[in-house]
C-alpha cells in the first residue's frame, strides 16, 4: 500500500500548479484522500479532503476558491489544482488517505500517507 505525493516545484505568486497523489495497493474510491501543508516551523495542517465519488469535498477557509480537487479512475490517481498561489502556501504538501472524512483535518485518522512534495510560491 502505498501514496506517492507528486507534481511540487517553485511557482511565482498568482501561479499555478497541479499536484497528484497517485495511490498502488488499494482503491482511492474507497478512501476519502486528504491534502495537508506543513510549512517551516509550523504544524501540519489540512487542507482539504475529498471523496470525490459521492461529491464530498472539503477545504480550509485559506484555500476556498483557490484549491480543488478532482481524481482519475483510470489511474487511481487524485489531484490538487492550485491556483492563485501566495507566498503562505509555500509548505511540504501531502496527500493521505482515510476513512473517517467527517474529522478530516485531524492526522491521527489518516491510514496512509504519501512522501511530501514541495510547493516553493516566492517572486
Known amino acids: 500500500v502505498q501514496l506517492q505525493a507528486s507534481g511540487g516545484g517553485l511557482v511565482q505568486p498568482g501561479g499555478s500548479l497541479r499536484l497528484s497523489c497517485a495511490a498502488s495497493?488499494?482503491?482511492?474510491?474507497?478512501?476519502?484522500i486528504g491534502w495537508f501543508r506543513q510549512a517551516p516551523g509550523k504544524e501540519r495542517e489540512g487542507v482539504s479532503c475529498?471523496?470525490?465519488?459521492?461529491?464530498?469535498?472539503y477545504y480550509a477557509d485559506s484555500v476556498k476558491g483557490r484549491f480543488s480537487i478532482s481524481r482519475d479512475n483510470a489511474e487511481n490517481t487524485l489531484y490538487l489544482q492550485m491556483i492563485n498561489l501566495k507566498p503562505e502556501d509555500t509548505a511540504v504538501y501531502y496527500c493521505?488517505?482515510?476513512?473517517?472524512?467527517?474529522?478530516?483535518?485531524?492526522?491521527?485518522?489518516?491510514?496512509?500517507w504519501g512522501q511530501g512534495t514541495e510547493v516553493t510560491v516566492s517572486s
Open positions: 475529498g471523496r470525490v465519488t459521492e461529491g464530498v469535498t
Open positions: 493521505a488517505a482515510t476513512q473517517r472524512i467527517a474529522e478530516w483535518t485531524e492526522t491521527k485518522n489518516y491510514d496512509y
Open positions: 495497493g488499494f482503491r482511492l474510491a474507497d478512501y476519502a
